[in-house]
């Protein structure tokens, strides 16, 4: 594909992490990357090291929930890098604890930041896929999706990104875009750091005893999610949409 056929992939949550892997790993394909975060200043890494092997990339700013804020990103990626034709809601917060120690906001923020934000990050790019005749969707679901003790805003989140992936998949088949999720067991990130912290264990035993859970006996990396997003993502994935890949070592019961 040349430079100016270049297709343009949005991805949220890619100062670090699952999203920094698979903005790199994307860019590695061919496409200009908007790298959007919280705080564009994070994605400066990321970004640097797309450039530095030869790609194009964008630090975007943008409160995900906040739905002025989506519509000036989309805006901005749109003028200064081109229509966004892939997009990868990957952003993401926890606020575990007990139901009967979740606060109100502890629900609102995961279901703003996952839910909604999705939501609106979704709706800002599908018209510039339809426009195009291409669009690629991939909704980062994750296996407490399954149910998590501790996670019931986190769970129903998740769990509520699969019914939106299948929802979009019905209603933008038609325009060439498809839509699908990739739901992570356990991988190694901060956010799994501050899931042991939170239960009081040091990270290297955390993982350890994960690993020993998982059939392939070791925890993911955010690369091996970033694979997964990857094929979704691509030209030959047009016959697939609707689905929701399980990538955790083994089968989940």
């Not at 000036?72 to 952003?91: F, K, M, W």
Request: net charge negative; aromatic share 6%; with cysteine.
């Amino acid at each position: 594909m040349s430079t100016t056929d270049q297709r343009v992939a949005v991805v949220t949550g890619a100062a670090r992490g699952i999203g920094a892997a698979t903005a790199l790993r994307l860019a590695g394909e061919g496409r200009a990357i908007a790298v959007l975060d919280l705080d564009a200043e994070a994605c400066a890494e990321t970004v640097a090291q797309i450039d530095a092997a030869g790609g194009r990339a964008l630090a975007v700013g943008c409160d995900v929930s906040d739905a002025g804020q989506v519509r000036s990103a989309v805006d901005r990626i749109a003028t200064e890098l081109g229509a966004p034709q892939i997009l990868v809601n990957n952003a993401g917060v926890l606020r575990d604890n007990l139901l009967f120690k979740m606060s109100d906001s502890d629900w609102d923020t995961v279901m703003n930041v996952h839910l909604r934000g999705a939501f609106l990050m979704t709706r800002a790019c599908q018209s510039h896929m339809v426009d195009s005749g291409f669009g690629r969707i991939v909704n980062l679901s994750s296996s407490s999706a399954l149910g998590n003790r501790g996670q019931a805003n986190y769970s129903a989140a998740k769990a509520g990104l699969q019914g939106f992936t299948k929802t979009l998949a019905k209603e933008l088949g038609k325009f060439g875009v498809t839509a699908n999720s990739v739901a992570p067991g356990f991988i190694a990130t901060d956010m799994t750091a501050a899931t042991a912290a939170r239960v009081g264990m040091g990270f290297e035993d955390f993982q350890a005893a994960a690993a020993s859970q998982i059939p392939v006996q070791r925890v993911g990396r955010p690369e091996d999610i970033a694979n997964a997003i990857a094929f979704f993502t691509g030209e030959a994935a047009g016959f697939v949409s609707g689905q929701v890949l399980y990538v955790a070592g083994g089968p989940l019961d």
